[in-house]
């Protein structure tokens, strides 16, 4: 796809992140967990988006307001700062949110593999856009990267969805299928990962464990 014109005239050297994303979405996951991530992480991709214009924004008005009239540098000390502040907050703001929603959710600590890929998107997005946004000339509006990098992602959100409909069409009852297939002694293992799944509720059998004692 990459040795297209058309395609390496859009992207540019940007195009790198396409495959990152692509392969960062699983497109191997079962349809029904797959949709649920991708729908996770186009949701948290727009509001990366969102955040990084508004971060560009009061980059560029820094420089507005510092540099000399008449000057052609791109860079400016006050435009990298305030990108730098806007950076360090972008990613401890979703990492802390992550953290705070997963202890609220799950009783034992569990962590989704869903949020920490949709956090490491997040994390991309304003990487990139926040150490190059600053760099871009006055002509350019400063949404100009941030929506560059939405139709990568979108594209790349595509290419999975692509492969994991048409390609890897996977559904959650046939892996369950499948692991009906087993041999009796990969039935243990899969009846203590059943128990793993069950052990947040496992104190309310505990109330009951003497009386069934009792009656044995």
Do not use: H
């Amino acid at each position: 796809m990459y040795q297209a014109s058309p395609v390496a005239q859009v992207f540019g050297s940007s195009g790198y992140l396409v495959a990152v994303i692509a392969s960062l979405s699983f497109a191997m996951q079962p349809r029904a967990k797959f949709l649920k991530s991708l729908i996770l992480n186009i949701l948290v991709t727009c509001v990366a988006v969102a955040f990084t214009i508004f971060g560009l924004w009061c980059s560029r008005q820094a420089q507005l307001n510092t540099q000399s009239p008449g000057s052609t540098a791109l860079y400016n000390s006050s435009a990298a700062a305030v990108s730098a502040i806007f950076l360090f907050f972008s990613v401890f703001a979703v990492n802390s949110l992550r953290a705070v929603f997963t202890s609220l959710v799950t009783a034992d600590e569990q962590r989704y593999p869903s949020l920490m890929l949709s956090v490491v998107m997040y994390s991309i997005l304003s990487n990139v856009s926040f150490t190059s946004g600053y760099l871009l000339p006055e002509a350019l509006p400063v949404y100009y990267l941030p929506k560059e990098l939405l139709i990568e992602y979108l594209l790349a959100f595509g290419l999975a969805f692509g492969v994991n409909l048409l390609v890897l069409p996977v559904t959650s009852r046939q892996i369950f299928l499948v692991w009906l297939a087993f041999p009796p002694s990969d039935l243990g293992v899969l009846f203590f990962l059943f128990v793993g799944d069950i052990r947040p509720t496992q104190s309310s059998f505990d109330i009951y464990r003497p009386t069934i004692r009792s009656s044995l």
